[in-house]
């Protein structure tokens, strides 16, 4: 069993709709939870974090972190085909440097 | 803020050469680098933790002397692909870490395309 796990996709949804991402763990350590996008041949992009459970808003985005069942979620509000790209999860630890990704999901947002 | 430069953006090279990739924080000091390599349709893989004056710290399973990484400076990381393969050919990334008013943080390169021919 991966360390954490994301559906790979691909999503596909149409523009203005919510976009859902989310991710398990499984390392009841990690206590930071960030959100990476990655475009085509590009480096990842950092979106938000959380720190333990609970919510945080960005924005379009929101994240969201429930520490009792592993899970962390990501919304986007009113999608826009230019957020198409792929949705990495990176937890850790609260010392550690080591981020541990997702697979990451894939997203497509068609006009 | 908080830039990450990558050279070069993409290396063609020959079985048995070596490339060298450079890493650049642009606008901040970066005591910490790190290089992950990506392969198709995959997540990133962490390779190694680069401390500036010091030597790096390689994952389990990559070895040290085929990937040979330097942080001479606080904006300057580079990572060395010695004796290269096929096999090596992947999106080599760098990122950096940045303090800011929560936990550190991790800016990512662009990445370098690798192709072994």
């Known amino acids: 069993q991966k360390e954490v796990e994301q559906d790979p996709g691909p999503l596909s949804v149409p523009e203005g709709a919510i976009v859902s991402l989310n991710c398990t763990y499984s390392?009841?350590?990690?206590?930071?939870f960030m959100w990476y996008r990655q475009y085509s041949r590009k480096g990842p992009e950092l979106l938000m974090y959380?720190?333990?459970?609970g919510n945080k808003e960005d924005g379009r985005f929101t994240a969201q972190v429930d520490k009792s069942s592993k899970y962390i979620s990501l919304f986007i509000r009113d999608s826009q085909p230019s957020d198409s790209a792929t949705y990495l999860c990176?937890?850790?630890?609260?010392?550690?440097?080591?981020?541990?990704f997702g697979g990451g999901t894939r997203v497509l947002v068609k006009p | 803020g908080a830039v990450v430069s990558q050279h070069p953006s993409r290396v063609i090279c020959k079985s048995g050469t070596s490339v060298k990739i450079e890493c650049r924080s642009l606008?901040?000091?970066?005591?910490?680098m790190f290089w992950y390599r990506q392969f198709p349709k995959q997540s990133l893989m962490l390779m190694a933790t680069?401390?500036?004056?010091?030597?790096?710290?390689?994952e389990q399973g990559v070895e040290k002397d085929k990937f040979l990484i330097n942080h001479a400076s606080l904006t300057l990381s580079t990572l060395t692909v010695t004796s290269a393969h096929p096999e090596d050919s992947s999106f080599y990334i760098c990122?950096?870490?940045?303090?800011?008013?929560?936990?550190?943080?991790?800016?990512f390169g662009p990445g370098t395309r690798l192709t072994v021919t």
């Open positions: 959380t720190y333990s459970s």
């Open positions: 990122s950096a870490r940045v303090w800011t008013s929560g936990p550190y943080e991790q800016y």
């Open positions: 606008d901040f000091q970066a005591t910490t």
């Open positions: 680069s401390n500036e004056g010091s030597k790096a710290t390689y």
């Open positions: 990176a937890p850790r630890e609260a010392a550690g440097n080591k981020l541990t």
């Open positions: 390392n009841s350590a990690f206590q930071y």
